[in-house]
């Protein structure tokens, strides 16, 4: 079944505590993405790469790093999480050229960092 | 730069009532245009999309139309139903060469709630 696994589902964690939130696709997709999302706010779009080893900033990149080292894993770390990065969290992924294509969206990982 | 403008919500209606969200957006280039739906714990689910000017997308009773005369991507249902209880988000996809290529812009998200 082609799908974007993330993992956790839910993640509590205390504020400084490095943590990485895993995300893999069985697509073969170039391009990958991860997005938060909060009440009032949609979703935005924090990191995304194109390709493996090609990655770059979305909107709100501050407090987060991410590595593309094979086509299909694309984590999200948080180095020192704060409060502040509560959040529900997305991964996505679709073919890059260009048409219609939908994105997959993984099933989110709700973080609370305390 | 790209952007959408999503109807806020809440938005409570009542069963087989008609539904309209609005949704407009700013684009260079030719977009392509999304409805998302998010049910309650779950993550999101492409509901359905349109590709280019007066294109109509529906899937499960509902519809959008492409209006690039009023930058527009309205989703309507004629009768909802009380499982159609979800947060709809509307977004647009990119059509700009370069490093933006494919990217989605989401709006801010539209809580619906149908009561039997």
């Known amino acids: 079944e082609a799908q974007v696994t993330q993992n956790p589902r839910y993640l509590i964690t205390v504020t400084g505590k490095k943590l990485t939130v895993t995300c893999s696709q069985n697509?073969?997709?170039?391009?990958m993405s991860w997005y938060r999302q909060d009440p009032g706010l949609g979703l935005r779009q924090i990191y995304y790469?194109?390709?493996?080893?090609?990655?770059d900033k979305g909107d709100v990149p501050e407090g987060y790093k991410v590595s593309r080292k094979e086509k299909r894993n694309f984590p999200l770390i948080l180095e020192s999480p704060s409060p502040n990065q509560t959040s529900l969290y997305f991964c996505?992924?679709?073919?890059?050229?260009?048409?219609?294509?939908?994105?997959?969206f993984g099933s989110g990982t709700r973080l609370t960092v305390v | 730069g790209d952007s959408v403008t999503q109807m806020e919500g809440p938005v409570t209606l009542s069963e087989e009532a008609f539904l309209t969200i609005n949704c407009t957006y700013t684009?260079?280039?030719?977009?392509?245009l999304f409805w998302y739906v998010q049910y309650p714990g779950e993550g999101l689910q492409l509901l359905l999309k349109?590709?280019?000017?007066?294109d109509k997308g529906s899937n499960k009773g509902f519809e959008a139309t492409y209006r690039k005369e009023t930058t527009s991507f309205h989703l309507e249902k004629g009768s909802v139903q009380v499982s159609d209880s979800a947060v709809y988000f509307c977004?647009?996809?990119?059509?700009?060469?370069?490093?933006?290529?494919?990217?989605?812009?989401f709006g801010r998200g539209t809580q619906l709630t149908v009561w039997p």
């Open positions: 996505a992924s679709k073919f890059t050229v260009q048409g219609a294509n939908g994105y997959t």
């Open positions: 697509m073969n997709h170039e391009y």
């Open positions: 790469s194109m390709n493996v080893e090609v990655t």
């Open positions: 684009a260079t280039g030719y977009p392509s």
């Open positions: 349109a590709t280019k000017a007066d």
């Open positions: 977004a647009l996809k990119s059509g700009d060469r370069g490093s933006t290529l494919g990217r989605l812009y």
